[in-house]
């Protein structure tokens, strides 16, 4: 089993539609949170890896403010970006840096402040989060994509809309319990089923709320982590895959195949397979994306997450349950932010402080955190 | 002809695949062909992955495609919203896939996945130009 690299601290600001101050301060909630759940000071911090989608900042290299307010001059800091998963992807190349000996300890710091720009705004950048030169020139948008996975994944198994609204349904009762979450009303199906249509077959809320928010993640080699760690969560396994950013170069849109590759290789990694996972995050930013995760993971058969789903397997008191945090649908989705929260929601299951949301004797969790519609996946596995 | 020509909103100007939008104007959709490899491509390239090789040639999007998926957008991005409700499309012609939208002559009802569609250029009132899918016993 690997236990080379640990995450001794964690913290993110609540999830909010409109974040009362500048990035700067959002960020810095989040950093001294995690600083202090880890007990360590700044100046034993490394290097800070920052993590954002640099179309919704208005500052430019973004690492260098963030870096002067939370105090690591002079330690290096740079900006990683792969949209909704940047946060993981710093999870691997702080990784990589701790692995390599270049540093002891590594702050991943990740936010987004989504509410200064319009919601029709953020769908035209999210837009040009896919081909712009062939795609962007029709009006595509992030629904509509996952709405032409789903109508692919309908054709093909027989799902419906009420599945889906059962995803739904399972994240609004967890995010009403998630103080961090920007979304805490408990929804029907009914009323799932009865919203307005964004991009058919997904209607309002199958998507995830946009939110304001930031997260941070302490890293810190084997030595480090036992020194100053009571409760040290190993990173076991990890995996990344990209695909093609334009859909016509897919294969199929019943699943993802950049999780599937991705969740080979941390599986492998970590000598572990689905079966062995007891709680994992993963990345539902509309309905349909968390039923084809339960597949892409392994977690189901291909075409067999409805019955995982309907048989509530995937609930607390399941078989395998997912997203008990409130997930992008409930708990919100800023998008550097969403990767680094994702963690810390199992890294605080596996240390047994989840709360209401807890997930009884919890040892191993598995977080997918994906990167535009399939362009990028990272699937990160933990264990105490 | 440059390609911001291409589309209902074009974020390209130049790009060395322009000629595509001098086929568009013929009325014709094209993809390009690796004169090296033989590997087709749908967005059209100048380069091929492949092989590396830049010498490419046009190629005809054959006249018979299968919907892969299709969605209809009630919401747009900025700068689409006088389209909607619009619906896009994936469409399977063999040796490649292409992305677009749907025609409006398409009744929302008949809309299924599998169901057999054609390209078809068209010319938007602002002057643009783009294609959409439309039933194979269209005509124009």
């Known amino acids: 089993m690997n236990k080379d690299v640990a995450i001794i601290g964690v913290g993110q600001t609540a999830f909010v539609r409109s974040y009362p101050g500048a990035v700067r301060e959002m960020v810095f909630e989040a950093f001294a949170e995690a600083v202090r759940d880890a007990g360590i000071t700044p100046r034993e911090i490394g290097a800070s890896l920052v993590c954002s989608a640099p179309e919704y900042d208005k500052q430019r290299s973004p690492a260098g403010m963030v870096a002067e307010y939370l105090g690591l001059n002079p330690q290096p800091t740079f900006v990683l970006e792969n949209i ?120 309002v809320y199958d998507c995830c709320a946009n939110a304001d928010g930031a997260s941070c993640l302490i890293l810190a080699n084997a030595v480090r982590a036992k020194e100053i760690s009571e409760k040290p969560v190993w990173i076991l396994g990890l995996g990344a895959a990209s695909a093609s950013m334009n859909l016509t170069g897919r294969d199929s849109l019943e699943g993802l195949e950049v999780t599937r590759l991705a969740a080979r290789e941390a599986y492998q990694m970590a000598g572990l397979s689905p079966r062995d996972i007891d709680v994992a995050e993963v990345h539902d930013c509309f309905t349909i994306a968390e039923l084809l995760a339960y597949e892409d993971l392994g977690f189901a058969e291909p075409g067999k997450g409805t019955d995982l789903l309907r048989a509530g397997e995937t609930q607390i008191g399941g078989r395998i349950p997912v997203n008990v945090d409130g997930g992008l649908l409930s708990k919100g989705h800023p998008i550097g932010a969403t990767g680094g929260s994702q963690v810390r929601t199992i890294v605080l299951q596996l240390r047994g402080e989840a709360g209401p949301m807890q997930v009884p004797g919890a040892e191993v969790g598995l977080v997918q955190n994906i990167g535009g519609v399939g362009i990028y996946s990272n699937v990160i596995i933990l264990g105490r | 002809m440059g390609f911001e020509k291409f589309g209902h909103k074009s974020y390209t100007a130049l790009t060395k695949v322009a000629g595509f939008v001098d086929r568009l104007v013929q009325g014709e959709l094209f993809a390009t062909r690796c004169s090296g490899c033989g590997r087709i491509y749908f967005p059209p390239r100048a380069d091929c992955a492949g092989c590396l090789g830049s010498a490419m040639q046009w190629e005809k999007i054959p006249e018979k495609g299968k919907l892969v998926s299709f969605t209809r957008v009630n919401y747009a991005p900025a700068g689409f919203e006088a389209d909607v409700p619009y619906t896009l499309a994936l469409v399977d012609f063999g040796e490649v896939k292409v992305f677009g939208r749907l025609g409006s002559t398409v009744a929302e009802d008949e809309i299924k996945v599998g169901m057999e569609l054609k390209p078809l250029v068209v010319t938007l009132p602002d002057g643009q130009l783009t294609y959409e899918f439309v039933l194979g016993n269209h005509k124009a």
Request: hydrophobic fraction near 40%; glycine fraction near 8%.
């Open chain 1, 84 to 203: 909704c998963a940047s946060g993981t992807t710093g999870v691997r190349v702080a990784y990589s840096l701790i692995k390599a000996g270049l540093h002891d300890i590594v702050a991943v710091i990740g936010f987004q402040k989504m509410s200064e720009l319009s919601s029709a705004e953020s769908q035209e950048r999210m837009g040009r989060g896919a081909d712009i030169m062939w795609e962007a020139p029709f009006g595509t948008m992030m629904p509509a994509y996952y709405a032409m996975h789903a109508r692919a994944h309908f054709a093909k198994y027989g799902t419906t809309e009420e599945d889906l609204a059962l995803v739904r349904v399972k994240a609004s009762r967890y995010g009403a319990l998630n103080d961090r979450a920007v979304f805490r009303k408990e929804v029907t199906k009914e009323q799932c089923l009865s919203a307005g249509v964004v991009a058919s077959p997904l209607k």
